[in-house]
C-alpha cells in the first residue's frame, strides 16, 4: 500500500509567511522522500488562506524536484479553466523534464466563485474548459504539430518543446468531490482518481468511487490498473488521547477558512455545480467529534491510526491516502512528528511482506 | 562589477532533451552561484529550438532556487500578454518565498509573431498588454482589496497570496532590445533595464542606453541607481584561438535557430514592432567575424574576454554582463570550462569595480 503526503495550505500571511511556509513544507517533502511515502501533493487555490500559498503548484513542485530523489510530485490539481493550455503543458512538460519523469499530473474543475470571477470564467462553462484543457495538454505532449479548434482555444500548428519525459505522457489524474459525473468520466477516460472523502458520507463515497470503477471497466481499462488517491488530514503522537486533543484546533481552523472561501456559494447557483449552494451549510455540519466517530481523518496513536487506515482500506479497497500532516496553522514539529510516526508505526504495518504477520507493538 | 548567466536554450529534442538540458544548467547555476557570479536568467519562449525549452521561466528557477543559496532569480523576462496578471503575480510571489527573496522580475513584450498567433493576441495589443499586466502585477504586491479594470483584465476586490518576500516589491526590469519607446519608459517608470546588444550597433545602443537614463533622471529617480543587464554570448579557453575556433559552431547554430524562429516575420508587420520584418534580413548579416569584430560576444582566452569587458564598460558605463555561456548544441563541458576560466581569470580583475548597488526602486 502506498501513502503520499498533501499540501493543502491554510494559513495568513500574519500567521506564517510564505517563506515559512514553503521552507516547512520542503523540509517535510525531504523527510517523506527519506521515509518511503510515495508522492507529494499539492493545490492550485488563490487570494484565501484556504490554499492561496499555492496560486501554482507547479511553481512548488519544481522546488521539490531538487529537494528530493525518488518521491513522485502530483499536482492536486491544476486548474485548465484558468490555465491557457499552451502555458500549462509547457511547464508541466517542464516539470516532468526536471524531475526526470516523476511527474504525475492531477486535473481538477475548481468550485470557488471568488476564483471564476476573478478569472473572468463562467462556472457554467466549468466542465467543458475542464475537458478541452485536458484534451488539449494531452495532444500537445503526444503529437507534433498539432491544431487546435476548440470552443474555448485555437492555435496551431505548433509542437510543444520541452517534449515530456515520459511516454507517451505524464500519468493523468482527475479530482472529484461529489459530482457523479466526474466519477463517471474519469473512469471511462482511463483516468486515475483523486478524492476528498471527509466532505461525503463513506457511502456515498463508496458508491460514487464504484461509478469510476465500473466506468473504467465498461471502458475496456485493464482492470486494477485504476490508481486511487484519497485525501486524509493525518495527525500522530504517541499519546492518542494528546493527538485528538492538539489536531481540534488545527481542524477547526482549517474548517474555518474553507468556510471563509467558500462563502461566495452563499450567493451563487451553477447548474454545473449541483448542491454547492449548501456548500456553507454542509461544511458548518462538520464537526470534530464526527470527523473522529467516523473516521474521515487519521488521528491518534499509531496503532489506532494503523485500524483507521485499515478500515478505509476494507471500505474502499487498494487506495493511496494522500495524506494532510500540515494543516490550518500547526507549528512544523508536529507536522514533522506525524510524517515519522506513520512512517516508522504505520506504514511497515502496510508493506507486502508484513500483510501476513502484522508486527505487534507492544 | 557584477557578472550574471543567462539562459537562452537553442536547442532541438533531436540534439539534447529537456531533461538533459535542465540537469547542464542546474548544474552550472550551483556552480555559478558557488563562484561568486551575481545571477541566473532565463527566458519565456515557445515551440522553436530557439528558446523553446523554456515556455515558463518560473519553473525552471523554482528548481535553480534548491540549488543555490546566494545567486539572484530573474526572469529573463516573463511576457505578460501570454500570461493572466493574478497568475503571474501568484507564481513570482511564490518564487520571491522560495528564494527568501532572490527574484528579479523582468518584463518584455515578446516578439516573434508564432507565439502572438498560438495565443491568440495581436501584436498591435503588445504594449498596452504589457504595460497592463506590469501594472496589474505591482498593484497585486503591494495592495490588499485589489480591484483592477483594465482594458484586458477586470477583477477584484482580491488579495494575491503569498504576499511578497521583498519589500514593497521584487525589483522590476524591463526587457528591451531596439524600440526607443521601451528604453524611455523603462527610465521613466523606474526600472531596471535587460537589453541585447548583439542586434545593434553599440552606437545605436549607446544612444538607446542614453534615452533610458535620460528619461529615469528626468523622471527623479536617483542617478546611479538604475541597474543595467547586458546580453553576451561567451566561451572561454585557455588557448584564444581554440577558443574562437569552436566557438563558431555555436553561435552559427544559435543565429540558424534564431532565424528558424523569426520567420513569421517574413509575412508580418506591425505597428507596434516598427522595423521587425527585416528581423530575418538583419540576422542573415550577423556573421560571426562580425561578431568578434565588433566584441558582440566574449570569445577569447581570459585576457581576450577580459579586455573584451573593459571595452564594453568604456562603451556603456557601469554595466551587468549577462553571460550566454551556454548557446546552441554545445556540449556541457565546454559550458563549464567558461564559467570556470571567467571566474577564476576575469572577475577578479574587475572587483575593485564592484560597487554595491542598492536594491532599486523598481
Known sequence: ????????????????????????????????????????????????????????????????????????????????????????????????????????????????????????????????????????CLRLWTEENVVWQGRFHQFGPVTLLPRVYQQPHPPVWIAAVSTPQSFEWAGWQGYHLMIVPYLSKHEDMQRLLQLYRDA???????????????????????DGEQARREAREYMDDYLAKFIQAAAGWNTRVSEQYKGYEKTVEQLRAITYERVLADTKAFIGDPDEVAAQVRLIRDYYGEVEPSMQITFGNMPHERALRTLELFAQHVMPRFQEQAVSTPPGRA
Open 1 to 136: 500500500m502506498k501513502f503520499g503526503i498533501n499540501f493543502f495550505p491554510a494559513v495568513a500571511p500574519h500567521e506564517k509567511s510564505g517563506a515559512q511556509f514553503y521552507d516547512e513544507a520542503l523540509a517535510l517533502c525531504e523527510r517523506a522522500d527519506a521515509l518511503g511515502y510515495s508522492s507529494v501533493k499539492i493545490v492550485e487555490h488563490y487570494f484565501n488562506p484556504y490554499g492561496g500559498y499555492s496560486p501554482d503548484p507547479v511553481t512548488f513542485l519544481a522546488a521539490v524536484s531538487q529537494r528530493t530523489r525518488r518521491i513522485r510530485l502530483i499536482t492536486g490539481a491544476v486548474i485548465p479553466a484558468f490555465n491557457h493550455p499552451i502555458k500549462l503543458a509547457g511547464k508541466l512538460a517542464m516539470l516532468d523534464n526536471l524531475s526526470h519523469g516523476r511527474l504525475d499530473v492531477g486535473f481538477a474543475r475548481a468550485f470557488l466563485p471568488i476564483e471564476f470571477d476573478a478569472f473572468q470564467v463562467s462556472m457554467d462553462e466549468s466542465r467543458a474548459r475542464f475537458e478541452e484543457g485536458i484534451a488539449a
Open 216 to 238: 473504467w471497466r465498461a471502458a475496456g481499462h485493464p482492470p486494477g490498473a485504476e490508481q486511487v488517491q484519497m485525501s486524509f488530514h493525518a495527525y500522530i503522537c504517541e
